[in-house]
């Protein structure tokens, strides 16, 4: 009895040490890319997502390094394995990059019309023609949705709202409250929330990519238990995701 206990013991032994001998080493820095979001994501390395993933990965001693790029760059980076991952993916956006089953926040999603128009909502957005930035893919997202135009750039909104072109813009909160700011008169328009989505870092199919995605994820277990991240959620004055 007390042989094949110990038998036991040394067979899991021997399995736990292939596993760590297997693991991919986990890199000293992490690079990761996204498009410049006011107090979100900022050039110069300050913003919500850039400090709690940076408490997120610093302590494990790797260092966060920020690059800033157009959305669509940035998932292409990350495809073709030159930087690690991307900040602010939808869940399953893009294939062929590894998601983390823990999000680090969530995107409010707004709808931008006219005043004058029906207040929409995830069950009728269906039955309007809808517009939203390329590379974000909503469609995927937002239930019932049949026509939607994707445009390059959010210039110009506003004046397709206006003319009749599209009912209503699709964009997440501050995207779509910085739209509304160049309007001449504000009140002639109406944002509507339609859902929130969980936000990932998007990994790069790499070894690399791998270990800092466990990394990550064993690093988020532990600060969502705690609430150590809630403090960088006030201070940002941003809704708690967890």
């Known amino acids: 009895m007390h042989v094949r206990r110990w038998l036991l013991i040394l067979l899991w032994v021997i399995s736990t040490c292939n596993q760590a001998q297997n693991a991919p080493p986990v890199p000293g820095n992490i690079m990761l890319v996204s498009e410049a979001w006011g107090d979100y994501t900022n050039a110069d390395g300050s913003g919500l997502a850039w400090e709690v993933l940076r408490r997120v990965f610093e302590p494990a001693g790797i260092t966060l390094q920020t690059h800033i790029e157009p959305y669509t760059?940035?998932?292409?980076?990350?495809?073709?394995?030159?930087?690690?991952?991307?900040?602010?993916?939808?869940?399953?956006?893009?294939?062929?990059?590894?998601?983390?089953?823990?999000?680090?926040?969530?995107?409010?999603?707004?709808?931008?019309?006219?005043?004058?128009?029906?207040?929409?909502?995830?069950?009728?957005?269906?039955?309007?023609?809808?517009?939203?930035?390329?590379?974000?893919?909503?469609?995927?997202?937002?239930?019932?949705?049949?026509?939607?135009?994707?445009?390059?750039?959010?210039?110009?909104?506003?004046?397709?709202?206006?003319?009749?072109?599209?009912?209503?813009?699709?964009?997440?909160?501050?995207?779509?409250?910085?739209?509304?700011?160049?309007?001449?008169?504000?009140?002639?328009?109406?944002?509507?929330?339609?859902?929130d989505l969980p936000l990932y870092v998007g990994f790069a199919d790499t070894e690399r990519g791998r270990a800092l995605r466990t990394v990550f994820d064993q690093r988020m277990a532990v600060q969502v238990k705690s609430g150590e991240l809630k403090p960088i959620f006030q201070h940002w004055k941003a809704p708690y995701p967890f």
């Open 73 to 195: 760059r940035a998932v292409g980076l990350v495809q073709r394995g030159e930087v690690d991952g991307w900040v602010g993916s939808y869940r399953d956006e893009v294939q062929g990059v590894l998601y983390p089953h823990w999000h680090f926040d969530s995107d409010p999603i707004y709808a931008l019309g006219l005043a004058t128009s029906p207040t929409p909502s995830a069950a009728t957005l269906g039955d309007y023609r809808l517009a939203w930035v390329r590379g974000y893919k909503y469609e995927a997202y937002l239930p019932n949705v049949r026509r939607f135009n994707q445009i390059q750039r959010r210039d110009g909104i506003l004046p397709m709202l206006q003319h009749g072109r599209a009912d209503f813009y699709i964009d997440a909160l501050n995207e779509a409250r910085h739209v509304l700011s160049q309007a001449a008169d504000p009140s002639t328009f109406r944002l509507t929330h339609i859902l």
